[in-house]
Nanobody, 120 residues
Framework: QVHLVESGGGLVQAGGSTSISCTAF????????MGWFRQAPGKEREFVAA????????YYGDSVEGRFTISRDNARNTVSLQMSSLTTEDTAVYYC?????????????WGQGTQVTVSS
C-alpha cells in the first residue's frame, strides 16, 4: 500500500553531521504524518522525530531535541532527517514510518532501515 525506501546513513565521526532520507511511493504523501525511529543493539525501538503532513508541526524525542531536524518535501514525496552533534549513542538502525491518517500516533508502514554508525 505504501512503500518507503531510505537512503543515506553510514559512518560518521563523533561531533559531526549527516542526513538520511526516505522516499514514499504513495499517491497522497502530503496527507501522511511521517516519522523517524531508531533501534540500537540490545535496546527497544526509540522515537526520534515526526512531522505532520503539511510540515507545519514537528516533534522530537528528548534525546535528539536541538540536534536533529526533520523536514519533508511533498513535491518529491520525501522526508529527511538532518543530524548534528552526533555521539556514539546515536549509533542505530534508523527507520522511516508513515501514518496515512496524519495523526502521528500509529505508524502503519515502515521502511527497511538504514544504519548510522558514529565513531569516536
Amino acid at each position: 500500500q505504501v512503500h518507503l525506501v531510505e537512503s543515506g546513513g553510514g559512518l560518521v565521526q563523533a561531533g559531526g553531521s549527516t542526513s538520511i532520507s526516505c522516499t514514499a511511493f504513495a499517491q497522497t504523501f502530503s496527507k501522511y504524518a511521517m516519522g523517524w525511529f531508531r533501534q540500537a543493539p540490545g535496546k527497544e525501538r526509540e522515537f526520534v522525530a515526526a512531522i505532520s503532513g503539511s510540515g507545519n508541526r514537528t516533534y522530537y524525542g528528548d534525546s535528539v531535541e536541538g540536534r536533529f531536524t526533520i523536514s519533508r518535501d511533498n513535491a518529491r514525496n520525501t522526508v529527511s532527517l538532518q543530524m548534528s552533534s552526533l555521539t556514539t549513542e546515536d549509533t542505530a538502525v534508523y527507520y522511516c514510518a508513515a501514518d496515512p491518517d496524519d495523526r502521528g500516533v500509529s505508524f502503519d508502514f515502515w521502511g527497511q532501515g538504514t544504519q548510522v554508525t558514529v565513531s569516536s
